[in-house]
């Protein structure tokens, strides 16, 4: 069995993170769900993986090389092309013209081949799921979750008779129009007929173009709905929930890193912590490198990442600070995730440092910002002595 991840989108919906990182390599606990997904796939022996990339595609390409240190081989389909000045432009191809353009080129679909899109978190039992494809005889295979109603119209929607075979796919319909509420989690099985209904040299989506057309035709196409778990990156919102549930250890799989050193605190190494006047009610992740002032206060569900320093009386709450993360003195962020020059609150309200107090956060790298946080703290001690 071989898999494809499908990593070429621009993840607009979970803009400001995919504004530099595609959406496969946002985090989750430090690591790319991208990285999940391959460990995953290993778990159940599938060492060949192909990966359609485009938007910023570089990141993933440095950051998983061949797969080595997953032992397995990771292969890449660039979608794109270079102008004559050197400037490299994304041109995706959808999700199945991403496979066909794979395919004429080297041939590497002659066997079952296990897709998956690259921005979701999963437990799913592969060998189960690969068991049920081959006993109902299906050329291709859509693992299914229900959802409630009124979030049909963010999916592709799966139609089936009683013994799971496909009758319609309908992509992202409206709530009055959709047929079921069970809905493709995009994690596909092909075989390698499949691939051969794909028209050439053009832009073939699965869900709204590939799958109607089996449909259509009556083709051995079959939905599974399995117990498992499935938490889909679709949103910033959905990004922000993610972190609250893995924080507090909702997902079994997955396991908070660095070390222990108080009840829901964890830490990563060389963290320096002024414990006086300071609360810190978990569970917390505090990364390496990061520097807690006395007087702060930071309510969990919380994820600070590396190199971060927490000035003096700030207070962070429910909140997602990515590495190097500068809040300043006695600035509150409640139920925030904060990336570089932008935050996004729980709502999926996104601002611009700029549209903000210029003294919430700043990059901690940057000495600016550090002169403003050493400046505040005079101040202070000016107002305390007079």
């Not at 769900?33 to 778990?43: D, P, R, S």
């Not at 499949?194 to 259509?216: H, K, R």
């Not at 549930?245 to 070390?259: C, F, K, R, T």
Request: glycine share 10%; charged share 25%; proline share 5%.
């Amino acid at each position: 069995m071989k898999a494809m991840i499908l990593a070429a989108g621009k993840g607009t919906r979970v803009r400001p993170l995919t504004y530099d990182l595609p959406k496969p390599m946002i985090p989750i606990l430090g690591k790319p769900v991208m990285a999940y997904l391959i460990e995953h796939l290993h778990k159940y022996g599938v060492t060949e993986i192909m990966v359609n990339v485009s938007y910023l595609h570089e990141k993933i390409e440095e950051y998983f090389g061949e797969g080595h240190q997953y032992d397995v081989q990771i292969g890449y389909s660039f979608e794109g092309y270079t102008t004559d000045d050197g400037d490299v432009v994304p041109q995706p191809l959808g999700s199945a013209g991403g496979m066909k353009k794979i395919q004429e080129f080297g041939g590497f679909f002659d066997d079952t081949t296990i897709v998956l899109c690259g921005d979701a978190l999963i437990d799913l039992d592969i060998k189960s799921a690969l068991f049920e494809h081959r006993r109902k005889g299906a050329l291709a295979s859509v693992i299914t979750k229900e959802v409630p109603w009124d979030k049909v119209s963010n999916y592709g929607v799966v139609v089936a008779d009683s013994n799971g075979r496909i009758t319609e796919f309908q992509e992202k319909p409206g709530q009055q129009e959709a047929k079921s509420n069970f809905v493709s989690t995009g994690i596909y099985i092909f075989e390698p007929e499949v691939i051969d209904l794909i028209p050439s040299g053009q832009t073939f989506d699965i869900g709204s173009q590939l799958f109607p057309l089996l449909a259509e035709k009556g083709m051995p196409f079959y939905a599974q709905t399995r117990n498992y778990n499935w938490i889909d990156i679709g949103s910033v919102t959905d990004y922000w929930e993610t972190c609250q549930s893995v924080l507090m250890g909702e997902v079994a799989h997955l396991h908070m890193p660095g070390i222990q050193i108080n009840d829901g605190l964890w830490v990563g190494l060389n963290t320096s912590i002024d414990w006086e006047g300071t609360t810190i009610e978990g569970p917390v992740y505090i990364g390496s490198g990061t520097r807690i002032e006395a007087g702060v206060h930071i309510v969990g569900p919380t994820w600070i990442g590396h190199g971060s320093h927490i000035c003096a009386g700030a207070r962070v709450v429910r909140s997602v600070l990515f590495e190097y993360t500068r809040v300043l003195p006695n600035v509150s962020l409640n139920e925030m995730i904060v990336f570089k020059d932008y935050s996004v609150d729980r709502a999926g309200e996104m601002k611009h440092v700029s549209e903000t107090d210029p003294d919430s956060w700043a990059n901690a790298r940057d000495r600016r910002s550090k002169r403003r946080t050493e400046h505040h703290n005079e101040l202070t001690d000016k107002r305390i002595r007079t």
